[in-house]
Structure formats: structure tokens, C-alpha cells
Nanobody
């Protein structure tokens, strides 16, 4: 059974850091395009950062560039999102997602669509 389970969310003060983890089971992440998405209250879900399956290309939305880093550990079948310099506007439920289709355009790594989704982890940035 394909499953993605996020962890690492919580309450953090502005300027703080969190590392989100997404553990995959039922399939091998090596061959999947993987991403982190978020949805804030009253807003649509948006792609935060995604990484390709074959060349390591990454995508970051403009508002997180320089602050967030996506990485994958294929040996652990896990993907991470390191979030630094967090801002109140980063508050959202963060979802991990994966898809086997190859996308060669880095700008479309998140928008090309995802087949599998986790249930999300809540990140709250507040003083």
C-alpha cells in the first residue's frame, strides 16, 4: 500500500527553523518526483518545493527561495524540507506528495501534478 507520512511540524517563533520529514512506504522514492505543498487557512494549496526523480533539479516558490531546502535520502526512502528564517506567512498545513511521471522543466516540477499525497503536518509560526 502506497503511503506518505509527514512529521516535524509544530509551533515555532518567527526566525526559527523546522525540518519536515516525509517517509514513503509501498514504493521506492528513487523513481518519483517528490514535492512539498502547503495550504494556509482560506487559501488554495500551493507548491512550495519539488525535486526531480532523475537529475536532482529543484523548484522553489519565490517566497521561500534562500530559506527552504528540499532533499531526499533514497536509502531511507525519505524526503526532507529544511525551513529556516520562518515567517508568520509560512503558517500552513504542509503536505508531501509524489508522482512517477518525469518532468524535465524545473519550473513545472510542482505544477505537473502529483499522484500520491500524505495527510499533512501543521506548521505554525507565531510569537
Amino acid at each position: 500500500q502506497v503511503q506518505l507520512v509527514e512529521s516535524g511540524g509544530g509551533l515555532v517563533q518567527p526566525g526559527g527553523s523546522l525540518r519536515l520529514s516525509c517517509a514513503a512506504s509501498g514504493f521506492t522514492l528513487d523513481y518519483y518526483r517528490i514535492g512539498w505543498f502547503r495550504q494556509a487557512p482560506g487559501k488554495e494549496r500551493e507548491g512550495v518545493s519539488c525535486i526531480s526523480s532523475f537529475d536532482g533539479d529543484t523548484y522553489y516558490r519565490d517566497s521561500v527561495k534562500g530559506r527552504f531546502t528540499i532533499s531526499r535520502d533514497n536509502a531511507k526512502n525519505t524526503v526532507y524540507l529544511q525551513m529556516n528564517s520562518l515567517k508568520p506567512e509560512d503558517t500552513a498545513i504542509y503536505y508531501c506528495a509524489a508522482d512517477p511521471r518525469i518532468q524535465t522543466n524545473p519550473e513545472r516540477l510542482c505544477s505537473y501534478g502529483m499522484s500520491y499525497w500524505g495527510k499533512g503536518t501543521l506548521v505554525t509560526v507565531s510569537s
